[in-house]
């Protein structure tokens, strides 16, 4: 085991049952890129091409995608591939210079945001984007307290690094983070979780101020997917910015994961909820692979930052980039994915619920929609996580040729996020490993 | 004027002198991307295309680009189109599934380096790639101390913006990062330089330890280039690496300026001189403009930082930037880029010198490779360092089409950085425009 807990994660120290030219490209990975570059699975995958959902092996097996969803219009998409190859012979430059495309695609993307969220800023991973909205909240506020979820994940650079507990030990949360515990909505009280809620934001805020870091920002996922997908209460959201907004913080809508209409219906996460936020961050299925992020915000609030701080991201919306994402929005709005996530990802928590319905140890199937969450438990009046038994499912199905993962604060949660191409026929091919790998494990008396 | 100083930069208050097409761009611009995304030249340049070292507009005028260092192997390269074009449609994964592409990239450049450099982790742009050798040496040597020098720039990420003192008033430099001046080829006594260098290194270290931030990391930009680039005296560096790693830091070479041939005939910036980094820094022209940025180390560091810390980054090293990236190497090896930016940026600096020889205005022109800088200051015998002027030079060399910017403390350094393309026939018109440029200001009697 490597010293850090990774759901998911293969043991460099242990020798996989893996055909000998995976092994040997395994062993030169592990020269070259060492301990610090992490492998999914017990038994890595070799992945050579990708079309759609599926990803494909060297000798040539399908794999079915239902974790990536960076590709959210499909492996491969050649609309895609060819805007950004057409792009790169043409044009591929920083935003230092007068373009038509980057203002053309900003204003095509701030027009899915309501009043008076109409301008951004771009980065290249969700990464730095977080890491820029949390700078421009520092500094617009006058406080560097934030408040973020009790097992959030926002990046990888220090400042966000900052703001993840979920990266578990060696990551020091420092004074100026405060955490608050989530819904559960396995243990809440339904006719009170949103006023607990809102009571605890309240509590990280006193907490902040004790500390001498009065709170400039709250960040929240919107379907908080490593706190395990948690669909919040209707008032959520809603009572959570106005308690950030009564002590002088901004609530920063983290859509990294929940954007792009991964949540079926709507563009949005935030969007199913009465609340609007006052910067909201972009990244993953942005560009479907090709680096791009954004932060969008009010013009009062990045005019601030703007005049007083110097900021610029040389590769951040550069024509290449931007291209992708133009083609994505494409992709998205021709093929009608948003609703098709609505509908899909429907009728897969309705076939996980049902084959699940009789076994105690799947606790409850969650979905928003194709964003999907099996909660795996200790069978009892507890409801105990489970996370080796969660472990065993997602390896059990990777040998199965169908590519999940588990997330969550006890790493029991069961991850299918499939690229939102994912459609009603690949529903049971998903379902049938899910069956056959949760039988395969040993089934309690 | 905006609040904050930016050299070269454009005034949104102004209105330019543009075709009326352009001034309509540029009004949308400012409505959607406002006061937070600056444009360069008091007359921004609206480009369309660009092939090699030219960048056209839309009316079909060509730029000759003698700024730009990530398009390294040219604008539109077709090489890089073609390769990252071909990978999108195929694949374009992360690095938790085993693939050779990333591996065998890897190999390839960390063979670029001397044992024991030999590994490699991943990242989007050069600001998450000093972020995170930040992040490695705080926590391998537990020291949270950095020293940089004193206009120093390394990135836009809260970490890195943190030590990039050149980003000027509203960025705060907090009490961990020390400032050290650089040597100053005009001012320093030759002799002593490089022994009073290393003086101030050690005087840095006890600064921060008596604020209780003991030094974890001494980061240099091998030419500094945002102090003016300051080509150092030989013992320079390998006597400021001895000073850190007597007091138990670590010694990063920010390579993203310098690095892949930027600075003639070696890959590397600090390969110029009989030093060994700890931690080396690349990025900028690493894909052409694909993005992606790496950090090369040692096992030893990477792997205590591997297993102790939790680190994945989602876009680094995506299969597209990879291709892009492995497009390059082949590029910059098969049209022997390297040895061409010695002997056409020598040729450049010999015609810069001598059409400037008899002009008291022009200070010094230093180069390393195809990286130049004119000094331009006040003429009398304090050489005062003159900001205006520079910049008048700058935007009129735009309006003569020939692209360049500046740099430096005291923001009177002409920055001279094309693509590694550039060659001798492309030397008459930059030093026309130049000369051009020079006599339409006001010469002093």
Chains 1, 2 share one sequence.
């Not at 006023?195 to 709170?215: Q, S, Y």
Request: hydrophobic letters at 45%; one cysteine or more; proline letters at 6%.
């Amino acid at each position: 085991m490597t010293h850090t807990y990774m759901a998911n994660g293969f043991d460099p120290q242990s020798r996989p049952e893996l055909e000998p030219e995976d092994l040997a490209l395994l062993d030169r990975r592990q020269r070259v890129l060492g301990a610090a570059n992490r492998l999914f699975y017990q038994r890595p995958v070799r992945v050579v091409r990708g079309s759609g959902v599926l990803l494909y092996d060297a000798a040539g097996n399908d794999y079915l995608d239902a974790y990536n969803n960076v590709p959210v219009v499909g492996h491969g998409n050649p609309r895609v591939a060819q805007a950004v190859g057409d792009q790169l012979r043409v044009l591929n430059t920083h935003t230092r210079y007068l373009t038509d495309d980057v203002v053309a695609y900003a204003e095509r993307l701030t027009a899915l945001f309501r009043h008076p969220l109409s301008q951004v800023m771009f980065a290249c991973s969700g990464s730095e984007a977080v890491d820029l909205a949390l700078r421009v909240a520092a500094h617009v506020t006058g406080r560097n307290g934030i408040i973020v979820s009790a097992h959030a994940y926002h990046g990888t650079t220090r400042a966000t690094a900052e703001v993840s507990p979920s990266l578990g030990g060696n990551n020091p949360i420092p004074a100026h983070v405060a955490l608050v515990d989530m819904p559960d909505p396995l243990r809440d009280d339904p006719a009170t979780a949103a006023a607990d809620f809102e009571r605890r934001i309240d509590d990280a805020v006193r907490l902040l101020e004790a500390r001498g870091h009065a709170p400039g920002a709250l960040l929240l996922d919107s379907v908080l997917s490593s706190d395990g997908l948690r669909p919040a209460p209707t008032a959520f959201l809603e009572r959570a910015a106005a308690a950030i907004r009564r002590a002088g913080g901004l609530y920063i809508a983290d859509e990294v994961q929940a954007g792009f209409g991964r949540t079926g219906a709507q563009w949005w996460g935030f969007a199913h909820y009465p609340v609007e936020p006052d910067m909201v961050v972009l990244g993953k299925p942005m560009g479907n692979g090709m680096p791009i992020s954004a932060v969008i915000g009010r013009p009062d609030v990045f005019d601030r930052f703007g005049r007083d701080v110097r900021y610029f991201n040389t590769f951040a919306a550069g024509s290449a980039a931007v291209a992708a994402a133009t083609a994505v929005l494409d992709e998205l709005e021709e093929r009608d994915l948003l609703a098709s996530a609505t509908k899909v990802g429907g009728r897969l928590a309705s076939e996980l619920r049902a084959i699940t319905a009789d076994d105690p140890r799947v606790a409850e199937v969650r979905a928003t929609g194709l964003f999907l969450a099996v909660e795996i438990v200790a069978p009892g009046p507890d409801r105990a996580a489970d996370a080796g038994l969660a472990r065993q499912i997602v390896n059990g199905m990777r040998d199965r040729r169908v590519l999940i993962s588990a997330s969550g604060q006890n790493e029991n949660v069961l991850k299918i996020r499939p690229p939102l191409v994912f459609a009603e026929e690949h529903i049971d091919r998903l379902c049938a490993a899910f069956a056959d790998a949760l039988a395969a494990t040993a089934r309690p008396a």
